[in-house]
């Protein structure tokens, strides 16, 4: 498959036009998408009241391949009625991520018992009861409760509630699987776990440093706004292991002259090692430094910790620096030079930073850059980490974590004149971890693929077969439903988020506050989710102090978040003023920092060693461009001229090292996992020493190793072996081997 010579552009208009064909037309197509609801994909906030394809400073049209591609699947017709009887769980399991995708929308409940290999369809009312018998049945302290970012903030809200009048604290989201590296290393640095921008700040910015991400693939609609600051004559330093297509140039289709000629993203491009995001980030400080560019009078008034750092900073070898980093001593120079000149600079991120055993140490080191120059507290420049969901950061934001906020903990019992459990909950990976030693009996899911976004896939299907019951509130099939199977599991359909009787309301990764406004479902069977969530609320707790049937307004859950959770004040009548809104307090336009006294936190830290010796690569699992998180929309990956995910991409040099050929069938095998019948590939893009492999396929060779800090599993710097398969002997049938002795 021949890779483009740029992202975007008409390839793009051509797969709208082929994705509206697939859902009935152009028109139906174009009608769902331009509908007043938040997009279903990444945490951008595009839609809301203003309508689909609008971002939050009102430009039209804003559209990507992964919305329309997120449309199209819940435009999907219904499972057909046979499909339950005709595959077993084990054929089930030999189908591939976009397969189980295409299978349709899921439009009635359906169970797999124990001692049985299919799934059946069971009334609404057998479901329900079977989850709420199985709840009065186990302590709280048996159960885990696991959010997907695709759900609406009412939901999440309801059910973290549910699950703590339950009696536990058992409640975590994807974001321990991305983004809660960011969260707390953010916290524990500029005192908010959230981006300290504005979406207009981004449009200000004379500099955007994208350090581990890829959002031409990921996060397309971001492209315009780095467009923009090429066109401004603004700069935009990319730091990734892997030259992205789409970050060297781009065909913007809602611009002419870029969809014409197309614009260069990238003004720098630093290939770093996998794993050497630290000790790059503390060699461009140390050159700041020495070349004088730092704002020492702010480092003084609004900063603790920086005498420590900078300190260390001298301390630190400039051979150590190159050596573990994988760059050049000229490489950081320029990049320090560029961000010495700049005036206004934005610093954002992706899982390349947050996917490693110092994730959290890795944001830390961002924010201390950041602030070197005065960059937190001020228009137009600080912290963005950029989310994949798109209703993630809401989930944190209304309490789906382990521990609650002391504010809202507080309210909550003061609202419902309850005491809340206090005892320490699991974050996802120890959830997983206790469902495997069998201290965990229960477990719900909110949207998501708990066990396709797990390290380690052979213990994340062992420890979830552990589990006596799981539930999945789902509209379309994933992995988790062939391959994360409990005694007993339960799929329940539920709407999707343009299909909503009601309004919902969403968070974007800017603290924007989105309200979307429903619409009419597309098939009979699926229930709203607040509605399936009280209905259990109900049968397992009849005697909380709440009124399950009140709940199922998501009007009454805005009102109750309105009261118990800060900032959030102007969501209880947001569906009437129709008003959108930033939460209070996160955005930092000063250097006034949400910190105990008030100042920035300057951290220390020391360079991990660079992994890998002899003939070991370090491995990163990687999104295609046809997907979205665990969602595999297409096979093909565009960007990279990949046709097929079963291939692993390694440099030129790395191949020859090993004497392999291209498209040379080859194993994989990690410290927890071995892959079989790769293709490697030769792939000049990616810097010599590392490789890639397409998530969530890799997940098998990726350990439980995580953050101490943040619990994220280390997804990238994973090291592994390649190895050429053994020829195969030719296999001759008996029939033909009989034939021939005739």
Known sequence: MKKPASGGGWRAILYSLKKAREVGGFWKLWTAMRSKNACKTCALGMGGQQGGMVNEAGSFPEVCKKSLQAMAADMQGAVRDDFWSTYSLAQLQKFTPRELEHCGRLTEPVVVEPGSQYYRPITWDDALGRITKKLRELEASQSFWYFSGRSSTEAGFLLQLLARLYGTNNVNNCSFYCHQASGVGL?????????????????????????????????????????GIRNRGGEVIVVNPVRELGLVNFRVPSNTWSMLFGTKIASLYCQPHIGGDLALISGIAKRVVELGG???????????????????????????????SGTTRE?????????????????????????????????????????????????????????????????GSVGVTPKLKDAIFERLEKEYSVKLPTSPGLDTLGCMEGAMDGSLKFGLCLGGNLYGSNPDATFAGKSLAQLDMLVYLS???????????????????????????????????????????????????PRSEVEVIARIGEGALPKAPLDWQSMTSTGKIRQAIAKVVPGFE???????????????????????????????????????????????????????????????????????????????????????????????????????????????????DIRAGNALVYYPEANVLVPRSADPESKTPAFKNVLVVVEPMPAKLPVVSKKRAVAGAT
């Open 187 to 227: 916290q524990s640095s500029v005192g908010t776990g959230t981006a300290t921008i504005e979406f207009e700040d981004v449009e200000h910015a004379d500099m955007v440093m994208l350090i581990g991400g890829n959002p031409a693939s990921n996060h397309p609609r971001l492209m315009s706004t780095l467009m």
């Open 570 to 684: 102007q969501i209880a009548t947001i569906d009437k003023t129709k008003k959108e809104f930033a939460v209070a307090g996160r955005v930092l336009h000063e250097p006034k920092f949400p910190t105990k006294d008030g100042k920035g936190v300057i951290h220390t830290h020391e360079l991990p060693p660079l992994l890998g010796t002899g003939n070991q690569l370090r491995l990163m699992t990687v999104r295609s461009e046809g997907q979205f998180n665990t969602v595999v929309y297409e096979t093909e990956d565009l960007y990279r001229g990949q046709e097929r995910r079963d291939v692993i991409l390694m440099h030129p040099d790395d191949l020859a090292a090993r004497g392999l050929k291209h498209d040379q069938l080859v194993s994989v095998t990690s410290e927890t996992g071995r892959m079989e019948n790769l293709l490697a590939r030769s792939y000049s």
């Open 331 to 395: 490489e950081i120079d320029d990049i320090a030079r560029r961000y010495i000149k700049a005036k206004k600079v934005v610093f954002g991120w992706t899982m390349g930073i947050t996917h490693h055993v110092n994730g959290v140490k890795n944001v830390q080191a961002i924010a201390n850059l950041a602030m070197l120059r005065g960059m937190v507290g001020r228009p137009g420049a600080g912290l963005m980490p950029i989310r994949g969901h798109s209703n993630v950061q809401a989930m």
């Open 475 to 525: 509209t379309t099939l994933n992995t988790g439903h062939a391959h994360g199977i409990a005694k007993e599991t339960i799929i329940l359909p539920v709407l999707a988020r343009d299909e909503e009787p009601q309004a919902t309301t969403q968070e974007s990764m800017f603290n924007y506050i989105r309200l979307s406004d429903g619409g009419p479902r597309r098939h009979e069977g």
């Open 294 to 324: 730092e704002d020492r009078e702010y480092l003084k008034k609004y900063t603790t910790g920086h005498e420590a750092w900078l300190a260390s900073l001298e301390q630190m070898s400039w051979a150590e620096i190159t050596e573990k």
